[in-house]
Nanobody
Framework: QVQLVESGGGLVQAGGSLRLSCAAS????????MGWFRQAPGKDRDIVAA????????YYADSVKGRFTISRDNAKNTVYLQMNSLKPEDTAVYYC?????????????????WGQGTQVTVSS
């Protein structure tokens, strides 16, 4: 059974940092693109960042460029999202997802496995 488990969310003041982790089990994802999405109340689930299987290529939404960094450790089957200079508008539930494709994909429908989500709240 494939599972993605996120951790690292919480409450932080504006300007602070958090590091999210996503640990996968049940299969290896070293050949698969993985991504982080977020969803605020009443809004769509939007991509934040994505990374190829090797980690050699990444994608970031414009709203987080220069502040967030996605990385992965295939030996640990884990993906990370380092979030710096957090803003109140970053408040959302953050989801980890794995695709069956190697290249970076951006739409939620192109991801086949999802974690349960972790809440990130940034206070002003």
């Amino acid at each position: 059974q494939v599972q993605l488990v996120e951790s690292g969310g919480g409450l932080v003041q504006a300007g602070g940092s958090l590091r999210l982790s996503c640990a996968a089990s049940g299969r290896t994802f070293s050949n698969n693109a993985m991504g982080w999405f977020r969803q605020a109340p009443g809004k769509d689930r939007d991509i934040v960042a994505a990374i190829t299987g090797s980690g050699g290529s990444t994608y970031y939404a414009d709203s987080v460029k220069g502040r967030f960094t996605i990385s992965r450790d295939n030996a640990k089957n884990t993906v990370y999202l380092q979030m710096n200079s957090l803003k109140p508008e970053d408040t959302a539930v953050y989801y980890c997802a794995a695709s069956t494709r190697y290249i970076i994909v951006r739409r939620p429908t192109e991801y086949n496995y999802w974690g349960q989500g972790t809440q990130v709240t940034v206070s002003s």
